[in-house]
């Protein structure tokens, strides 16, 4: 049997596990949001290099990249709450997200239908045809609401 004092001395243990746990799964919605994106950008790079036919067409990659965006994108929506303009961590989003509300979310909304518009294509038409939404609106929405880094 587990004694009182072992488990007074395996306490501290079980807090520090369960602390690391928390800060993974309670990481604050800047350092979510900026990862989300990260991955975004990664996969958006991908979808590019296949859109200037610099890698070949491959129909489950443009499913894998697009369902990413559309689901990132679906989760940024929320991770944007009032308070979350200072960091720490830095943050590059700008005041105007929580002034015009409306124009953030409209922007987020035609970034989502686009990606959507790519993981829905069929072929290397229907492809090429929906990459050049998305690139301007993730751009798009970068240019009101985001700050250049550095
Ligand atoms: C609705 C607005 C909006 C849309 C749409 C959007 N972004 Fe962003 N993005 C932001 C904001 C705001 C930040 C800054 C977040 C921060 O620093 O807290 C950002 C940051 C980023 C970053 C930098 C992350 C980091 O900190 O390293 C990348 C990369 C990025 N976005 C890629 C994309 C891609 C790719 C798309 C399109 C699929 C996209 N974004 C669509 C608003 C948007």
Redesign the pocket.
């Known amino acids: 049997m587990f004694s009182a004092r072992q488990f007074v001395r395996a306490l501290p243990v079980a807090l520090v596990i369960a602390g690391t746990g928390a800060a993974i799964a309670f990481a604050g919605p800047?350092e979510e949001?900026?990862a989300l994106?990260?991955e975004?950008?990664k996969?958006?790079q991908e979808l590019f290099k296949m859109f200037k036919g610099e890698a070949p067409y491959d129909a489950a990659t443009v499913k894998k990249d697009g369902d990413l965006?559309v689901k990132n994108?679906e989760k940024?929506a929320t991770l944007?709450p009032p308070g979350?303009d200072k960091g720490p961590p830095?943050?590059?989003?700008?005041a105007e997200?929580w002034t015009d509300p409306e124009g953030?979310k409209a922007?987020?909304d035609?970034?989502y239908k686009a990606?959507k518009a790519i993981a829905d294509s069929t072929d290397e038409a229907s492809f090429k045809a929906a990459v050049p939404a998305?690139g301007e609106?993730?751009g798009?929405?970068?240019k009101t609401?985001?700050r250049p880094?550095g």
């Not at 830095?90 to 700008?94: M, P, Q, R, S």
């Open positions: 800047i949001r900026q994106m990260k975004d950008g996969a958006g965006i994108l940024i944007f979350s830095e943050t590059f989003a700008k997200i953030f922007a987020g035609a970034a990606a998305l609106a993730c798009g929405c970068h609401f985001r880094k």
